[in-house]
């Protein structure tokens, strides 16, 4: 059913091909020629300091044109700054993964004061203002956490609510299946029952809302790079980019629309590839 989709099909080539970037960053960029750190001043106007020649300065030595005041070559940056959003992106959406399944899980299974705590806390998450709490903790934090890793852990903190709300509804409705009722007849544990009745039926569920909050991590790790509170400096980043481009847009705009682009890209073959996904793995589901 999912080759027949032809969104799906454009979504997850897209996603293949920027994965393949993200792997490949510092490949790649020796190909170019250029690495996302080295300054180029001759690729500047000395008395502006902006990129020389058109379009932001795209030439065949610099296929996406350069940055203003450092020379740094764009192409690089956009490469490497897929690497960065990649790595951020799936590894707290990964954290969001286990905290949600194990807690949404717990919650069904259990039921009780355990399903009435997890129930209160994820409308507490839910109603959270969970970004002006990040830009809090980004602040503040101490500068020996490395920032990447720090970012993976807050995201993916704040990320679980939704992912346990989905795991605990298809729970309910396990636990209520005659083969969950058997194991726990003959003895299983609540673990064994998890790991061995429940885990596999939920794993249609988890893939398909993983695929769908990988893209907006990637965003939200982009909004708060926009916000200087991301990826420090130099290290590349989309969102970065997009904030230093606000104030060249006028006269260098490649430096907006290549990342933005990326950016775009990105998010559009995530949800487009996620949407076919849920389609080709709910059995009630038609073919769009």
Do not use: C
């Not at 080759?3 to 993200?22: E, H, N, P, Q, S």
């Not at 806390?121 to 920032?147: H, Q, T």
């Amino acid at each position: 059913m999912l080759r027949r989709d032809r969104w799906a099909l454009a979504g997850a080539v897209t996603v293949t091909v920027i994965g393949f970037v993200a792997v490949f960053a510092t490949l790649l960029t020796t190909i170019a020629g250029h690495d996302p750190y080295t300054y180029d001043s001759a690729a500047l106007d000395p008395a502006t300091g902006q990129p020389a020649g058109v379009l932001g300065g795209i030439s065949g030595d610099h296929w996406f044109g350069v940055e203003p005041l450092t020379g740094r070559d764009l192409f690089a940056i956009v490469v490497h700054g897929t690497r960065t959003s990649f790595f951020i992106g799936i590894a707290s959406t990964v954290v969001s993964v286990v905290l949600g399944v194990l807690v949404g899980a717990a919650a069904g299974y259990l039921g009780g004061w355990t399903d009435r705590i997890v129930t209160w806390a994820v409308d507490v998450f839910l109603g959270f203002p969970y970004l002006v709490f990040m830009i809090a903790i980004s602040m503040v934090a101490p500068p020996e956490i490395p920032k990447p890793l720090l970012l993976i852990v807050v995201i993916g903190f704040f990320g679980w609510p939704g992912i346990a709300r989905i795991v605990r509804a298809q729970t309910l409705t396990l636990k209520q299946r005659n083969f969950v009722a058997a194991a726990r007849t003959l003895g299983a544990g609540p673990w064994h029952v998890f790991r061995t009745e429940l885990l596999p039926n939920l794993w249609a569920p988890i893939i398909v809302v993983a695929t769908l909050s990988v893209p907006s991590r990637i965003g939200l790790e982009a909004a708060l790079s926009f916000l200087g509170v991301g990826v420090p400096v130099p290290t590349p980043s989309w969102g970065r980019s997009i904030s230093e481009a606000i104030q060249w847009v006028g006269t260098d705009p490649m430096l907006l629309i290549f990342p933005g682009l990326a950016l775009f890209l990105t998010t559009w073959g995530f949800n487009v590839f996620g949407d076919g996904l849920r389609d080709a793995l709910d059995p009630k589901s038609g073919v769009r």
